[in-house]
């Protein structure tokens, strides 16, 4: 049987007959070229090139990120800064309160963006957008350390303590929880959960939990342990646009 030359498969051909369509099409491959992008002749092939988003919330903001043409070696410095900003920012972390409309928050925002422009003039290629780009997600990185994650499960522990051994209701247990004043990150959202609805935060109680195998059964060590697994995992975020370059 006689092979077929490479010049009698022209590239017209091979797209016209769809000849790739298995690899692009049934997600075999974790990327794809975009075909917009194809079509722009200043671009190379890296900045054509798109990670696939397995599902909606995968990525804070892929529509927006792969709309970013930064070429490779602006990417590879971005990394760096990002990781920087992880680093020298933590202190939000611990000054940011839940309720981000207040005038506090833009205070703490406001000395950020100047922090994080600085540390953006250590790196040749982080442009002031890059900048901008980096402040964002760190912060908002930061405020969901700060809201959902930070001691969290030493305040479902003492929660589930009092709802097993003493038999309180989650509301009840939740007040005497919030008046030890144990976890400051946390404060403002059971003072809400106390005085308005507290079914959410009770739902992420019982997933941590009821939902973990923390059954009155289990020991207080074991419960701690279980709980903070849980914990854990629920502190999976989005990627950043340093995740989705990261997958790139």
């Not at 611990?94 to 406001?110: A, E, G, H, Q």
């Not at 507290?198 to 020991?219: D, I, P």
């Amino acid at each position: 049987m006689e092979l077929l030359d490479r010049d009698e498969f022209p590239t017209d051909f091979l797209v016209k007959m769809r000849y790739f369509s298995f690899f692009d099409e049934g997600g075999v491959l974790d990327w794809f070229f975009d075909p917009d992008l194809c079509k722009l002749a200043g671009l190379d092939d890296y900045q054509r090139l798109v990670p696939r988003r397995h599902d909606a919330y995968e990525y804070a903001g892929w529509v927006v990120y792969r709309s970013y043409l930064h070429s490779y070696e602006m990417q590879y410095e971005y990394i760096k800064y990002f990781e920087t900003l992880l680093r020298e920012l933590k202190w939000l972390k611990d000054c940011l309160p839940s309720k981000f409309s207040s005038l506090t928050v833009s205070k703490i925002r406001t000395r950020g963006i100047y922090q994080a422009t600085k540390i953006a003039t250590r790196f040749s290629k982080i442009t002031t957008h890059l900048a901008r780009i980096g402040f964002r997600d760190c912060f908002n990185y930061m405020s969901i350390e700060a809201t959902w994650c930070n001691g969290s499960d030493g305040v479902y522990f003492e929660i589930w303590k009092r709802v097993t051994q003493q038999k309180k209701s989650f509301r009840d247990a939740l007040k005497e929880v919030c008046k030890l004043n144990k976890c400051s990150s946390l404060q403002d959202n059971m003072k809400y959960a106390i005085e308005n609805d507290c079914s959410v935060m009770e739902t992420a109680f019982l997933r941590c939990t009821v939902g973990a195998g923390v059954t009155k059964e289990v020991s207080e060590d074991k419960a701690q342990e279980l709980i903070a697994e849980a914990v854990k995992k629920l502190r999976i975020k989005p990627k950043f646009y340093d995740g989705y370059i990261r997958k790139k």
